[in-house]
């Protein structure tokens, strides 16, 4: 089976801290992406990676980078946390291109984030 | 602009009873759709892939209308444990190049089985 961790399930911050949010899969997959989720807004796209080094835009992108040194690892780094960021966020993986027929998406547990 | 877009519910369904919800998509070109089930502060899982003309996957059933661009899944013999946010996932022409134009996720059906 696919796993997809991630590095905290509840995370408490503060207003302007850098945070990092850290994903693994353990399947060689080719594609990871962070989302985040919020009541009424269902899950966004903030950044996706289909190589080790390689990443790309989103939809909601801002005040967001990622990081991809290592195949199975992607990160989300917020460089300077707001309340605005508060939210849930999600990391997945597929093996197969984005727009690749049949692409699965799997998804790791989530990490709650709060910024105070 | 592409869109998916699902009623949010809440469902309330009688255990044992049928229940089904559909799915809009506004991009014509798209290829393929899913059935994505979220359990209450879980991650998303797959539930069904829809490919052609739809399928079955014991008590669930997805079907495809390419005519008028919506997806439905039918839930047979509810039960309690079906209580869940049904998100609907479609993914754009496969030819689109990635980008931005990844899979796109509804907002989800809120389904809740009564006992």
């Known amino acids: 089976d696919v796993k997809v961790t991630q590095s905290s399930r509840y995370l408490v911050k503060r207003t302007g801290e850098k945070v990092f949010l850290e994903c693994v899969q353990d399947?060689?997959?080719?594609?990871m992406f962070w989302y985040r989720q919020d009541p009424g807004l269902g899950l966004r796209l903030i950044y996706f990676?289909?190589?080790?080094?390689?990443?790309e835009k989103g939809d909601i992108p801002e005040g967001y980078s990622v990081s991809r040194e290592k195949k199975e690892r992607f990160s989300l780094i917020l460089e300077s946390a707001s309340t605005n960021q508060t939210s849930m966020y999600l990391c997945?993986?597929?093996?197969?291109?984005?727009?690749?027929?049949?692409?699965?998406?799997?998804f790791g547990p989530g990490t709650r984030l709060t910024v105070l | 602009r592409k869109e998916v877009e699902q009623d949010p519910g809440p469902f309330n369904v009688p255990e044992g009873a049928t229940v089904a919800f559909n799915c809009t998509y506004s991009n014509s070109a798209s290829q393929s759709f899913f059935w994505y089930r979220q359990d209450c502060r879980k991650e998303p899982k797959l539930l069904m892939s829809v490919y052609s003309s739809g399928n079955e996957d014991g008590r669930f059933t997805a079907q495809l209308n390419r005519a008028s661009q919506y997806i439905s899944l039918l839930i047979r013999d509810s039960k309690l444990s079906d209580s869940a946010t049904y998100l609907c996932?479609?993914?754009?022409?496969?030819?689109?190049?990635?980008?931005?134009?990844?899979?796109?996720f509804g907002k989800g059906t809120h389904l809740i089985i009564q006992p």
């Open positions: 399947m060689d997959h080719e594609n």
């Open positions: 990676s289909y190589d080790v080094k390689m990443k």
């Open positions: 997945a993986s597929s093996l197969l291109g984005v727009s690749a027929f049949g692409n699965e998406q799997f």
């Open positions: 996932v479609v993914n754009p022409d496969m030819y689109s190049g990635g980008g931005a134009d990844g899979l796109t």
